[in-house]
């Protein structure tokens, strides 16, 4: 499963690739204000910094709802640089955008999926990836793996080749669910990710370890 961290953190994002297991990045339009970023210019030269870090894909979410305009977002935020997808959200001109940048050869990630008919419609349209929100189904007693769980099987069941990626992840334990789901990436705020290294018995054994090196070593 592949690993994209859910921040426009310089910060976190530098951290999680120096642990070397990042594969890509997603931002949304709610993240880049976190960060204060303003105007298309600063947006822009983010992205690009954002690309310079990681080297993997870079989701970067376009703001226009109406066809014309995604696809003019779209094509300048693609030239940005190789690594860029296009997060797209899931309404008719956006599956109607998708179905253009996959004829364009642009990637492209479809947001805001709460349905395995919304993720059909995606595959469809050649999505490269498929953006279920784990967290806000279940901030609304739904079941956000279950979704996983579901759209993975039906892209198998039809051989699409949409990417199932897992996003509004909010804890570790969202990720081993999502593994356990098959789902393709899961994207994670940093501290979810760091979660995977706990484990008391890691712990307790490192420090047995050196205290019987320490013993017998000085
Ligand atoms: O990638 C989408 C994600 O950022 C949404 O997360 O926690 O705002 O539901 P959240």
Redesign the pocket.
Known sequence: MKFFI?TANLEQIREAYDLGVLDGV?T?P??MAKEGIRGVENQCKHYVDICNIVKGDV?AEVIATDYKGMIKEGEELAALNQHIVVKVPCIADGIKAIKYFSGKGIRTNC?LVFSVGQALLAAKAGATYV?P?V??LD?ICEDGIALVGKIVEMYRYYDYSTQVLA????HTAHIIQCIEAGADVA?C?LSAIKGLLNHPLTDAGLKKFLEDYNRVNG
Do not use: E, H, K, Q
């Open positions: 859910d997603t949304n709610s993240l989701s947001t953006s929100f967290g806000r901030d996003a509004s992840i909010r994207t705020p």
